[in-house]
């Protein structure tokens, strides 16, 4: 009858540490990889700056052509440089002023070639920037 009783709470013992056990993690160990240990790190782009920035603002118009105006001689743009612009190139809608003043970046839908450019580039340095 003891040993009836022995094996009775032996086997009980038994049963509840197993099923104690039971859904219970692993435990971690330095072998086991863990999700932060398989994953790499992945760099940090650097926030974009001066005319990166205003060229990215401009592109985010959805403009079909963007233009940048620059001096010939690479001086500051002034009140007469602005007139000519917008004078010569009324299609623009987007005109963002860039690199401390030199240079000016313009947003249009119209193509500028088939309008006043050849008399803006008399005066001025022009780069296209639209996406072709």
């Known amino acids: 009858m003891f040993n009836k009783r022995l094996s009775v709470l032996l086997l009980s013992g038994v049963l509840s540490v197993a099923l104690g056990r039971c859904g219970s993690a692993p435990p971690n160990t330095s072998s086991t990889p863990t999700p932060e240990s398989t994953t790499a ?12 920035k205003d060229l990215a603002y401009v592109r985010n118009g959805g403009y079909s052509y963007i233009f940048v105006f620059s001096r010939k001689d690479k001086k500051p743009l002034d009140k007469d ?9 009324p299609q623009v809608v987007d005109w963002v002023v860039t690199d401390g003043g030199k ?14 450019m050849g008399e803006l580039k008399k005066r001025f340095v022009v780069e296209d920037y639209s996406n072709k």
């Open 41 to 52: 790190a992945t760099p940090q782009s650097s926030p974009l700056v001066g005319f990166d």
């Open 81 to 89: 440089d602005s007139a000519f612009l917008r004078t010569n190139a």
């Open 103 to 116: 240079k000016v970046i313009a947003g249009t839908n119209f193509n500028l070639e088939e309008g006043n």
